[in-house]
């Protein structure tokens, strides 16, 4: 997952502004329903970008894969960025 102003995010840039939709890319499984229909291929959702997928969204995946805890299965750094640079 990404936002920048060179990625598939809103706003495109690089002023510290919060971040309302970010760009996902090459899952290692098929996404929810809701994620899936943001994929550029829906035939390969996980060999394909994800772009513009809503803050909101983007919060739900976090808290299926365990939240920010330490029994989440995400990366502690992952989620420390996502805080520091993203204002979640």
Request: proline share 11%.
């Amino acid at each position: 997952m990404q936002a920048s102003s060179v990625s598939y995010a809103h706003p495109r840039n690089d002023t510290g502004v919060p971040y309302t939709h970010f760009e996902m890319g090459y899952p290692s499984e098929a996404p929810t329903p809701a994620i899936l229909k943001y994929a550029e291929d829906w035939s390969n959702p996980t060999e394909c970008i994800y772009p513009y997928v809503p803050r909101e969204l983007i919060e739900e995946l976090i808290e299926l894969h365990g939240g920010e805890g330490s029994e989440s299965d995400l990366p502690t750094p992952l989620l420390r960025r996502m805080n520091i640079l993203y204002d979640f």
